[in-house]
């Protein structure tokens, strides 16, 4: 019943109620999210991407020169970078960092707008063939021994066999809630990634996976990935009174001020994203879903990225997040509205808790913790 922990950073300490200040990039800042991560206890970090943000690869490759022990999955976009040169600048990660610290997160892209930014005019079905096809060669030049050739309708290799490998496999992450997302995902991802929903429609999409998973032959589906942003408290009425004042800063500033992927990733209008849908959707059947999942910080943002709340004590979002861990669920990425405080805390009090939630349930069922 062990689950893998993820967090965010970023190169300026943003969120919805906190506007960026300062430099773009702040050395120190990133020097400060990873120290954070790194003494809470994560396995990892997320390290975000748009069009408008500093380059991932390089803010990973600076934070891990910082950091003795932290993972680094950084968000990567097909169709900007040829599937070859991608494979070796994460295989050259890969050796910098020490081996077995950095995972590829793949977004194939949920705001049309956004994409256009960086000059790509694909609808959202091609978008997926393109990252079907990409993720195919980017798998076989991490670890095919031999040259090879590959012919596609987006990616034509020929004589492929690089020298630079992974030092230990990189794991492929995989985000999002389209037909179009299971099918690829369940395809290719070690891990597919999903936004916090009620546990009845988390359940309905790691089915979803699972069955794309074995169309595509697979033996093993992903394991599963959910996002949130837990609020704590010392009481449940501090944690409440905090989450509405988190709400009421998201709705005086039209939505809110951004996050760790850039304030353009907001777009007026319904959002493009199915993700982003399904959040607004839930949001619309009820504020409060099963133990303490609040939608509301979703509303008043737009859905505009992983913005659904845990609210409570420690303990009751950690009963929380295990019953998720009790469907499926093998990643839990948690980032605050607070982002360096909230790290510490989740490090302090969160983690803690969910560990030793888990292992009362494995004792309970009789499984070892």
């Known amino acids: 019943m062990s689950v893998e922990f993820i967090g965010m950073i970023g190169t300026q300490e943003v969120s919805e109620i906190h506007p960026a200040a300062g430099p773009v990039i702040d050395r120190a800042t990133v020097r400060e999210f990873v120290a954070a991560h790194e003494e809470a206890g994560f396995d990892k970090v997320l390290v975000g991407h748009s069009s408008s943000t500093p380059d991932g690869l390089q803010v990973a490759a600076y934070a891990a020169a910082h950091s003795e022990r932290l993972g680094f999955l950084v968000a990567h976009r097909p169709g900007f970078t040829a599937p070859t040169l991608a494979a070796r ?15 590829m997160h793949v977004i194939s892209g949920g705001s049309d707008v956004d994409q256009r930014r960086d000059g790509d005019w694909l609808d959202k079905d091609e978008r997926y063939a393109r990252t079907d096809e990409y993720l195919s060669v980017v798998r076989r030049t991490w670890s095919e021994p031999g040259a090879f050739d590959q012919h596609g309708e ?7 066999n690089q020298e630079v490998r992974p030092l230990a496999p990189i794991p492929v992450y995989f985000g999002g ?26 359940a309905e999409q790691i089915t979803r996976v699972h069955e794309a998973a074995r169309a595509a032959g697979r033996a093993e589906p992903p394991r599963i990935s959910v996002s949130f942003r ?15 004042d988190i709400r009421d800063r998201i709705v005086a500033a039209k939505g809110g001020h951004g996050s760790f992927t850039g304030s353009r990733m907001r777009e007026a209008g319904a ?7 399904r959040l607004l959707a839930a949001a619309e059947a009820g504020e409060v879903h099963d133990r303490c999942l609040w939608t509301a910080t979703a509303a008043a943002s737009g859905a505009a990225g992983n913005s659904t709340a845990l609210v409570g004590t420690p303990d009751t979002v950690a009963a929380a997040l295990a019953d998720y861990v009790d469907i499926g669920v093998g990643t839990l990425l948690i980032r605050g509205y607070d982002p360096v405080a909230d790290a510490r805390r989740y490090g302090r009090e969160l983690l803690p808790a969910v560990h030793a939630e888990l292992a009362r349930r494995g004792a309970a069922v009789g499984v070892p913790a």
């Open 271 to 277: 959002p493009a994203n199915v993700g982003s849908q």
């Open 89 to 103: 600048q994460y295989a050259t990660l890969d050796h910098f960092s020490g081996g077995g610290r950095v995972a």
């Open 177 to 202: 809630s389209s037909e179009a997302a299971y099918r690829v995902g369940g395809r290719h991802a070690d891990v597919f990634a999903l936004w916090g929903e009620p546990l009845a429609g988390t």
């Open 154 to 160: 987006h990616y034509r290799v020929a004589g492929v």
């Open 230 to 244: 837990p609020i704590l408290g010392d009481t449940e009425e501090q944690a409440w009174a905090r989450a509405h």
